[in-house]
């Protein structure tokens, strides 16, 4: 389609993030959930085979949650057991860091937890870079 010269320099800012990111190897390895906030008592949590865990194994830390590759419902014990140091949400971070029952998640406690535009978080596609580095940034707690 006469587009392959985009195509490349996306591969290569794609490639970009991932070496930046993959090149800092963070010690201890974090683990990050990432939540789909209900404005009730359910959130749903990316599972450890999805694309979004993948975005963080690129950006140096594990994903925590459910089996499988797609956003699951996940009770609130499985969440406080997960317990992990960075919570990226998609969309506005508020009904979950507001949730009593989180309360006591490290996460919440050392305030690392981080909404971001649920498009950038839930779609495959041009801005990935972006996603990674913005994930690597909170995983090293480069980002406020």
Do not use: C
Not at 6 to 23: F, P
Not at 33 to 42: D, H, K, Q, R, T
Not at 45 to 71: T, Y
Request: hydrophobic share 40%; no cysteine; charged share 25%.
């Amino acid at each position: 389609v006469g587009r392959e010269k985009e195509g490349s320099d996306y591969v290569d800012k794609l490639r970009a993030a991932i070496n930046t990111s993959a090149g800092v190897p963070i010690k201890p390895t974090p683990s990050a959930l990432v939540v789909m906030p209900g404005s009730g008592a359910e959130h749903y949590v990316a599972g450890v085979d999805s694309f979004q865990a993948d975005v963080v194994r690129l950006a140096g830390g594990k994903l925590v949650g459910p089996a499988g590759k797609i956003f699951s419902p996940a009770n609130a014990e499985a969440i406080v057991g997960w317990d992990p140091d960075v919570i990226v949400t998609a969309g506005a971070a508020d009904s979950f860091a507001n949730d009593p029952r989180f309360s006591g998640l490290k996460a919440i406690k050392n305030h690392r937890i981080y909404g971001l535009k649920d498009s950038l978080v839930l779609r495959k596609g041009i801005r990935v870079d972006v996603f990674i580095g913005q994930v690597h940034k909170m995983l090293t707690g480069k980002i406020k």
